[in-house]
Structure formats: structure tokens, C-alpha cells
């Protein structure tokens, strides 16, 4: 198990090398001098070509972009991001004081999809090729088709605007999470249902499920007890992994419904040039989906020895 769990955290550095790395080339990238950013804010005009260098000093631009890279490197280590363009606060701090609401969201909407998939993929392929199971296909086939922005939009139309069940915008109470989280777990719950569903139909036709249907046990017992526990570990992988991608891909679900998170965030600093705060928004969410990803291959090399044994081998 140690030898496992090393060759994961080596594993782990390099993707967290490559997250870092890919941040600073697509800050290196953006359009627009960031000293002439900074001063056209702070002074409300054109600033002079003196002061745009002087200012590119004061920033370490005028240095090598190994030596920026490794110092934004260092300073992330100690959890410095820099400062962000708009208001001088800490990156780290900003990004810090978002995240709980974007994991609430996130948690939420996970929650949300579990429950919906699991007993809806569940029925599926215990009444394979019935009309429910063909309804049911064609319904996920549909939400997985279909984009969260469009989603978002119509349930806002439809609850919020027309039926006026759920507020439509910003977040002061529980009732404004409601609709953003349905949008993000729609799409989710439709992945999982197909999932689940073809799990258990390849459980249902392992020889032990003919055995105990030898045996004479009741359909049910051999659905719930025997077939529907092992068909989970698959699906319980990519519940975790969808946490991270929920976590990071809320971004226009949250803009959207002005959900004051990361999302939102990141728009804002996209659309004011915040090249600080974008950076620390892709190395932070890259980060995020790392270490979730990192926590299931470790939650699932404990529990089936044989990924462990096999990751080992190479």
C-alpha cells in the first residue's frame, strides 16, 4: 500500500506542476500589458511609456519568465497568489472567502443527483427494455444533451419568473440555492443513471447472480443484497470525481444565477482583466480536482486490492 500510495502522490506533483504551469503560460498570454492595467486604474487615464516601465519594475515583469514563474511557484507554496488587479486584495484570501459557497452548491447538487440516478438507474435495469426503461434512457439521454446554461435559463423562466416558486438571483437564503443546484445536478444525474443502469445489467449477468437465482432467492433480495452493492464501486468513483467537476464547472451555472462564488468570481475577473485572480482561480480549482481525484485512487485502492497490486506491478 505504501508503495501505492507514493507512486499516486508522485503522480499527484506532476499534474500540480502541469495545473501551475498551464495557469502562468495562460496568464503570460492574455492580451494587454498588466502594468499598463494597474496604472490605467489607479490614475483613471493613459499612463506615460516612463511610467508603464517604471511600474513594470515595481511588478518583476522585466525579469525572465522563468525567474516570474518560479517566484509565482514560491509564492503559492506559502499560499501567495499575488493581489488582484481590481480591489489589492490577496488572491488567496478572495478565492478563500468564495470557495464554501461554491462547495455548498457543489455538495448540494451532488446530493441531489445521487439521489435522483441511483434508484432511477436502479429500476431501469431491473425492468430492462420495459417502457420505463426506455423512458428513462431517452430522459437522461436529453439532460445529458442538453447545456446548463440552457437549463439554467429555463428554470429560471419556468419557477422563478413565470411561477415565482424560487428566487432567481443572489443568495441570502436557502431558497435561492435551489434552482442553480437542480440546474447542476440534472445534467449530473443523467451520466450516473446510465451509469448505474449499465452496471447493474453487467452484475446481473455474472455467474453467482445465476447461482443464487439457482438457489431460488427472491428477486429483490438478489437485486439489493448481492447485485446492487458491487455494482456501486464504479459508480462510486465517479460520484466523487464528479464533486471536482461540479466544483469547477459551476462557473456559468453560478454567473448565471449570481451565485456569489468562485464562478462568479472568475467571470468578473475575466471580463476586468485580473490576470492575478485568474491565474489563482485555475491553479485553485486544478488543485481542488487533483487532490478529490487523488482521495478516490487512494479510497479505491484500499478497497480492491487488485488496482492496488496492479498499479504496483508496473
Not at 201 to 217: F, N, P, S, T
Not at 253 to 272: K, N, Y
Request: no cysteine; net charge positive; hydrophobic share 50%.
Amino acid at each position: 500500500m505504501k508503495r501505492y500510495v507514493a507512486r499516486r502522490l508522485a503522480a499527484l506533483a506532476i499534474v500540480l506542476w502541469g495545473v501551475s504551469l498551464l495557469a502562468f503560460v495562460l496568464g503570460k498570454l492574455a492580451p494587454g500589458d498588466p502594468a499598463e492595467i494597474v496604472l490605467q486604474r489607479a490614475l483613471g487615464q493613459q499612463p506615460t511609456e516612463e511610467q508603464i516601465v517604471a511600474q513594470r519594475h515595481t511588478m518583476g515583469l522585466d525579469r525572465s519568465a522563468i525567474d516570474q514563474y518560479r517566484s509565482w511557484v514560491a509564492g503559492a507554496l506559502r499560499g501567495d497568489l499575488g493581489r488582484s488587479y481590481t480591489n489589492g486584495q490577496g488572491v488567496a484570501s478572495l478565492l478563500g472567502e468564495r470557495f464554501p459557497r461554491t462547495a455548498v452548491l457543489a455538495l448540494t447538487a451532488l446530493g441531489l443527483s445521487v439521489s435522483l440516478a441511483l434508484p432511477v438507474g436502479v429500476l431501469a435495469a431491473y425492468r430492462r427494455n420495459s417502457v420505463y426503461d426506455q423512458g428513462s434512457r431517452v430522459v437522461a439521454l436529453l439532460g445529458a444533451s442538453l447545456p446548463s446554461f440552457f437549463m439554467a435559463y429555463l428554470l429560471m423562466f419556468v419557477f422563478g419568473v413565470h411561477w415565482k416558486l424560487f428566487p432567481i438571483f443572489g443568495f441570502t437564503s436557502a431558497h435561492h440555492l435551489v434552482l442553480p443546484a437542480v440546474t447542476l445536478a440534472l445534467g449530473g444525474s443523467a451520466l450516473l443513471t446510465r451509469l448505474t443502469r449499465s452496471s447493474l445489467l453487467e452484475v446481473l449477468g455474472e455467474d453467482y447472480i445465476r447461482l443464487a437465482q439457482a438457489k431460488g432467492l427472491r428477486n429483490r433480495t438478489i437485486l439489493f443484497r448481492h447485485a446492487t452493492r458491487n455494482a456501486l464501486v464504479p459508480i462510486l468513483t465517479v460520484v466523487s470525481l464528479s464533486l471536482g467537476q461540479l466544483s469547477a464547472g459551476a462557473v456559468i451555472v453560478e454567473w448565471i444565477f449570481s451565485w456569489p462564488g468562485l464562478g462568479t468570481l472568475a467571470i468578473d475577473a475575466i471580463h476586468q482583466r485580473d490576470l492575478p485572480l485568474i491565474q489563482g482561480f485555475v491553479l485553485f480549482t486544478g488543485t481542488i480536482f487533483v487532490l478529490i481525484n487523488l482521495a478516490t485512487d487512494l479510497a479505491y485502492g484500499w478497497a480492491d486490492p487488485r488496482i492496488r497490486l496492479g498499479a504496483e506491478s508496473f
